[in-house]
T-cell receptor
């Protein structure tokens, strides 16, 4: 079965360290997204990609970067981790629009990051 | 810009009671509407979606939602709550041509025995 997997599921790091969260999907979806989820803020979009070599900033992109070298993967990098980036991170993917409209998002299980 | 409002960050019901989770949106064109459910320590999964056609949409686990254009609403209902329905529920809206949904803040459903 097709799926979307995130790793690691849990990570503890120190302020100033570089951290990369992996996201891999086997749906062959063109669109991929990174969100963070925090109490009181719901889901906030960090970065997204519509295809290979395409990346775009979301509403909370400062301090984060992504790259898309193939269809399956969209790793999220925190250049210099800060305590404010302690959160649960979700990767998602979706397909192109069809005659039925915009496709729904398929989410990974999440990566819980703690920055000390 | 679109916005999605979920009325009530927490909704508490007794097992067997009606579940009603409210969602209102602002959109200048007919949108595509989604409800997602998030169980503890898991990612979101699709409950149901409205794209075109019948305005009453049936989803998984006995949930359904009705698109009311005149009220700009897409409320989620279930006739009889089960303990396993306890979760966080998110309403989301997309416009045609935009692959990026706007999510509501979420409503936590609490089910009492």
């Amino acid at each position: 079965d097709a799926e979307i997997t995130q790793s690691p599921r849990h990570k503890i790091t120190e302020t100033g360290r570089q951290v990369t969260l992996a996201c891999h999907q086997t749906w062959n979806h063109n669109n991929m997204f990174w969100y963070r989820q925090d109490l009181g803020h719901g889901l906030r979009l960090i970065h997204y990609s519509y295809g290979v070599h395409d990346t775009n900033k979301g509403e909370v992109s400062d301090g984060y970067s992504v790259s898309r070298s193939n269809t399956e993967d969209l790793p999220l990098t925190l250049e210099s981790a800060a305590s404010s980036q302690t959160s649960v991170y979700f990767c998602a993917s979706s397909n192109r629009a069809s005659s039925e409209g915009v496709g729904e998002l398929f989410f990974g299980e999440g990566s819980r990051l703690t920055v000390l | 810009a679109q916005s999605v409002t979920q009325l009530g960050s927490h909704v508490s019901v007794s097992e067997g009671a009606l579940v009603l989770l409210r969602c209102n949106y602002s959109s200048s064109v007919p949108p595509y509407l989604f409800w997602y459910v998030q169980y503890p320590n898991q990612g979101l999964q699709l409950l149901l979606k409205y794209t075109t056609g019948a305005t009453l949409v049936k989803g998984i686990n006995g949930f359904e939602a009705e698109f009311k254009k005149s009220e700009t609403s897409f409320h989620l209902t279930k006739p009889s709550a089960h303990m396993s329905d306890a979760a966080e529920y998110f309403c989301a809206v997309s416009e045609w041509g935009s692959y990026i949904p706007t999510f509501g803040r979420g409503t936590s459903l609490i089910v009492h025995p």
